[in-house]
C-alpha cells in the first residue's frame, strides 16, 4: 500500500493555478496516484495486446515499435465509429462549468484532474494529429503531437478518472467526459497499457466467472455458510436452489457480496427475502457460473463490456429462465440500462418481469428484462407483501450514498430510499447537492480500488467525506447505505480514514435485519451477529426484577406457612384444652 498522509495533512488542497501552461507541464508520476500494470498472464487470457511484464514507474514501458501508428489508427477507427467522440472532441468551448465538478479535482488540486483538462489531453491529440488547423498551427490551435510524454500523461490521467460522470451533468452542451475516459483507455489497450486491478479481475470473470477469481464449489460453500449463520440468528435455515434448470428467475449478483464484509451481510438479507418469499410463489434459483454481477468489462473496452455481459444472458438461456434479478449492484445497472441494447441488443428469448408476488410488470426492463433487487423490494413494500420490525435496525443512524452508476446510469433515486426508509426509522440525507444525480463518487471506483494508488483514494474521496461528516455531526449518522459492492468495499476505507465513526452496509442487510421470518426464535443479534443493545439492557432488567419476586415468593412462601401453623395450633387448641382438663381430673 502507497503510504498517505494522514487526514489533517491531505485535506490541505492547494487550488492555486500552476504558473506554466498545462502544456508546458511535464508529466510526473507521483507515488500513490498511478496503478500496477497489467500482467502478461492476464493479457494472454483475455487477448490484450502486448503481453510483457512492466511498470509505469518505469522509464521503458516496452511499447510496439510502431506504437503511435497503432494509436492514431485506433482513434480514427474510433472518431468514424462513435458520432459522440467526434462531437466530444470538437464542440467543448472551455468554459469551465466542469472544471470543479470532479472529486479528484476538489481533492487534489491537480489542474489536469479538472475534467475539460482531462479531456483535454486527447482532444489536443486530435486537433493536432486530425485537424488542418491543428497540424499546422499546433500549440496556437490547441494542438500537439503524440509523443512519449504525451502517452504517459494520457495513462496517468485517464485512470485517475473513476468514470461518474458528475462532471457531465453540469456541462451545457451535455460532453459525457467519461465516455471520453473509456474512448481513450480503448486506445491505451491497443498498445497494451491497462492496470493490474482491470486486466486481473476481468481474466478472472473470464476464467471463474467472477472478479476474485472463485471456483463455482467455493462459491456454494459460502451460500450455504450464509445459511447457517442465518439460522444461528433466526432459528431458520434457508434452502436456496443453486443452478437449478428451469427455475422461473435467475438471481445475480456481485461476487463482493459472497466473499467480501460487509457484502455477506448484505448476502445473507437476499437469502431471507427469498427464504420469505418462497411460501408466496417465489421461484428463484442463484447461479455459481454467473457468479458476478458486476462489469469489470466496462472499464476497459465496449467489446471487453460487451462480453461480459452477455456471461449473464448466457446462463439465464442455459437454466431457461423467464427473467433476472440483479443484486445490489452500480455498474452492471450501467452497463444493462445504457449499452446494452446498441451493444447486443434486447434480451429477446426472456419475459418482460413480472413480480409473482405482487403481479407487478416492470415496463422498465421490457429490453434487457432484469430489474434491480431494490425496484423488486419496494415493489413489496409497497404492496403490503412483508412483515418487518423495524426497530431492529434502531442502532443505526443511516444515511444513504447515491452511486454514480445506478444513479446517473439509470435515475435511481428513490427506490432505494424508499425501502431504507420502511425498514428502519433513522435516516437523514446528506447535503442536497452530494446526493442523488449530483452524487460525489466514492473515488476508487471503475477498477481503481487498489492499495497503491491510496493517495489520490483518499483525494477523491474528500467531497463524499465531507458531506457524510456534516451528517455525523448534525445528526449522529452512524452508518451509511449503499446498493453496490464496489462501494461496500471502498466507503468502507474511505470511512475509516475521513469519518471513522461510520461504517458501511447494504440496504438488503437491512432488510434482512427487519423480516420477521415465520417460525423465528426471538432475535437477539443483526446480521453481523452483534448483540442488540437493548438485549443487555432488558437482561440488567431482568436481574433488577428478580430480587423483587424473590421477596415476593418468600413472603408469600412465609405468610403461607405461617397460615398453616396457625391453623394447626388452632387445631391443637382444643385437643389440648381436653388433654390439659383431663389431666386436671386425674390429679
Ligand atoms: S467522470 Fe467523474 S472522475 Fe471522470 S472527470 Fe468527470 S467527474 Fe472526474
Ligand atoms: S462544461 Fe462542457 S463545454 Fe464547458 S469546459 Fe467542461 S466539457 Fe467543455
Redesign the pocket.
Known sequence: MSKVAPPEELAKVDHTPPKKGWMDMPVELKEGRWCYGSKPKDHEVIGLPNPRAWSPGDEDWKLPENWQEIFLEGMRERLDKFRSFRLFMD?????????DKCHFFIGSGDPKNM??LR?ELLRSIYRGEFTTAGKVLGKLAGGRKLTYDVFKDLFYYLFQCTECRR?SL????G?D?AEVTMIGRELLNLLGCNIDWIAGPVANCYRTGNHLGIQPHAYHSMVEFFCEEIEEITGILPEPSLNRKGAEILFITPSGDIFADPGTFTAMGYLMLFHYLEGLGLDITWSTYASEGGNFGSFTSHEMMKRLNSKMYAEAKRLGVKWIIGGECGHMWRVCNQYMDTMTGPADFLEVPKSPITGTVFENAKSHKMIHICEFTADLIKHGKLNLDLSRNDQYKLTYHDSCNPARGMGFFDEPRYVLQNVANNFHDMPINTIREQTFCCGSGSGLNTDEFMDMRMRGALPRANALQYVHDKHDVNMMACICAIDRATLTTLCEYWVPDVEVIGIHELVGNALILEGEKKRTMNLRAEEFPWVEEEEEEEVEEAPAEVILEAAEETAEEVAEDAAEETAEEPVKEAAEEEAEGEK
Open positions: 464542440i467543448c468551448v472551455r468554459c469551465g462549468a466542469c472544471a475534467p475539460v479531456a462532471c453540469y456541462c451545457p452542451y460532453i467526459t
